[in-house]
């Protein structure tokens, strides 16, 4: 089993929207037994929360269902002793998950989900659609499903 951990700030826009979309291609591969996917925030202030309403139905309208997820903070040591692999959505998020691992123990297996992009190779941050209007959450799950399939042949390579 191959652990997946999705981590941006909040955790009601990005990687709510990154598990979600991730999810829905380890399913369609019929690999759900072999590969688990999860997500959290570095900030704790929506901690029980849904993700926002508007990544819930611009995610829904290409068939992900993510209202069923709930927010929640990262906790260090043990989600980064427990994931095999920690992607991040911005630079901001991949500074602050390696200061949470302060031994630098798991540095290898902490770094940008967007090094997986191979169409929007270019990119290489989630931008926070927070205070944006449709199309702001539309450009993230372009980019979402871009890096989801690359992450996913990744891991595929690397299942036993
Ligand atoms: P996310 O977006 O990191 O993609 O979940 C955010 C949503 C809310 C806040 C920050 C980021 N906030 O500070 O409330």
Not at 61 to 71: E, M, N
Not at 111 to 137: I, K, M, S, W
Request: glycine residues 10%.
């Amino acid at each position: 089993m191959k652990k997946v951990l999705f981590v941006c700030l909040g955790n009601i826009c990005r990687s709510p929207a990154a598990e979600g979309v991730f999810r829905a291609l380890v399913e369609k591969e019929g690999l759900a037994k072999q590969i688990h996917a999860d997500s959290a925030g570095t900030g704790g202030w929506h901690e029980g929360e849904p993700p926002d309403g508007r990544m819930i139905a611009h995610a829904k309208g290409r068939g992900y269902d993510l209202s069923t997820l709930v927010a929640r903070q990262i906790s260090a040591p043990e989600d980064l002793k427990n994931f095999d692999y920690i992607l991040t959505m911005d630079n901001s998020n991949l500074k602050n998950v390696h200061a949470l691992d302060t031994k630098g123990e798991h540095h290898a297996k902490i770094g940008p989900l967007l090094a997986y992009c191979r169409t929007h190779a270019q990119v290489h941050e989630v931008p926070d659609p927070y205070y944006q209007d449709g199309n702001g959450f539309e450009y993230v799950l372009d980019l979402l499903e871009d890096a989801c399939q690359g992450l996913l042949e990744k891991i595929k390579r690397d299942l036993p």
